[in-house]
């Protein structure tokens, strides 16, 4: 590809090409069959919507708010493990991408940069990703050492109580250094049983017995805002808003962990009502367009994040990699609002779409 790239499909060419073959599958794979993986992406693609005309679009505003903090469009950078498998600089060039951006970071738990270090790169605003490990006290470190370095909010994942089979991973022996955020913290000097090593790491540290009421521990470990990540059913957000989380984050884990499970468009609007509007409910999993960006929020979700879309760009063309993936997908939903006739993304509805063929 000489030209560069005009859309995230073509990033995601140019990172296969930049990456060993065991961390390009590692970045793009998901669980067993994959059939979560392609639906996450089909699933958007089946869903239309009719415009409406006439509406002065001569100036369109994709501002919007995450838990208060304002960014200049309603897209966050999901949060990934090890970036300095993509990229030397690693999540510090990723933090400083949200930056130029002006969006929102979230720092996987497994960084290859510690917390620190992206704290003093630059002026992003971060929220961090935790899981629970068995090792409370590790997770109770990072979380505050988070909380100390600006972090504005815990990301807390809660569709891992075990790692979903990639056999990608384990078919290619997966393993990679360990992420320094964890130095000195978790070994990951587990020995493999099925060939992948993050397999093995995963199984001995995740805390498979952690329940709702964890959440109470955590909270008692930080004054941040807590929000979960990884909720699939109206049931379980019911649940999280009777806990007292701040956030939903609609998740199926880029269809990493269990295979099978819906693609998240499909179950937005199911976690959307039961919510009612009391907190705001993100989603991710499969956006590459700016018309997903636009399909998500028009089904109630207050923004989406974005994983691999991110990996492809570090991996390409490290920090402005990551930075023209974001431009790319905000000048589409921009194209988007203004053929649409939405303005400002508060006029992005359901019921600005009532008739539509908008089925989920
Ligand atoms: C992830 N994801 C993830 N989630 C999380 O909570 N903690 C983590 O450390 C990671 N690590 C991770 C690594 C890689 C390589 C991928 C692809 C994904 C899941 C991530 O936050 C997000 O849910 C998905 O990536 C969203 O789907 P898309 O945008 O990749 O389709």
């Known amino acids: 590809m000489a030209s560069e790239p005009v859309n995230v499909n073509e990033f995601q060419e140019l990172a296969r090409r930049a990456l060993l073959k065991m961390y390009f599958d590692f970045y793009n794979g998901g669980a067993e069959d994959q059939h979560t993986l392609r639906e996450n992406m089909e699933a958007f693609r089946r869903i239309t919507f009719q ?3 006439l509406v002065d679009v001569s100036r369109i505003d994709m501002s919007t708010t995450i838990l208060g903090y304002p960014t200049s469009a309603p897209i966050m950078i999901a949060p990934t493990g090890l970036h300095k498998l993509a990229h030397p600089e690693g999540e510090v060039a990723t933090a400083r991408a949200a930056a130029a951006c002006n969006t929102i970071m979230a ?14 790169s630059c002026n992003a605003i971060r929220f961090f990703q935790t899981y629970v490990y068995k090792r409370r006290d590790v997770t109770a470190v990072l979380v505050q050492r988070a909380e100390r370095n ?25 393993i990679a250094p360990q992420p320094k955020n964890l130095e000195g913290l978790l070994s990951t000097e587990a020995v493999s049983d099925n060939g992948s090593k993050l397999a093995a790491f ?6 498979p017995s952690l329940c709702w009421k964890d959440i109470d521990w955590l909270r008692s470990v930080t004054s941040l805002p807590i929000l979960v990540k990884g909720v699939l ?22 269809a990493r962990q269990l295979d099978y499970s819906p693609a998240t468009i499909t179950v937005l609007e199911e976690v959307v009502r039961a919510v009612g509007g009391k907190i705001p409910v993100l989603i991710d999993g499969g956006v590459r367009r700016g018309t997903d960006i636009f399909k998500a929020l028009a089904l ?43 303005p400002t993304v508060k006029d992005i509805t359901r019921s600005h779409d009532k008739g539509s063929s908008l089925e989920a």
Request: with cysteine.
């Open 233 to 254: 059913t109206a049931e379980d957000a019911i649940k999280a808003m009777e806990i007292g989380v701040a956030g939903i984050v609609v998740s199926n884990h880029g």
């Open 202 to 207: 995963a199984a001995e540290t995740l805390d």
């Open 107 to 120: 720092m996987s738990f497994s960084a290859d940069c510690t917390v620190e270090e992206v704290a003093s």
């Open 51 to 53: 415009p409406r005309v």
């Open 150 to 174: 600006g972090f504005k909010a815990i990301m807390l994942t809660v569709d891992t109580p075990r790692l979903g089979r990639r056999e990608a991973d384990i078919k290619n022996k997966m």
């Open 300 to 342: 109630g979700a207050q923004a989406v994040m974005i994983g691999r879309p991110v990996l492809y760009g570090l991996a390409a063309k490290g920090e402005y990699g990551v930075r023209s993936v974001i431009e790319m997908l905000k000048d589409e939903l921009e194209l988007t609002m203004a053929l649409s006739g939405c």
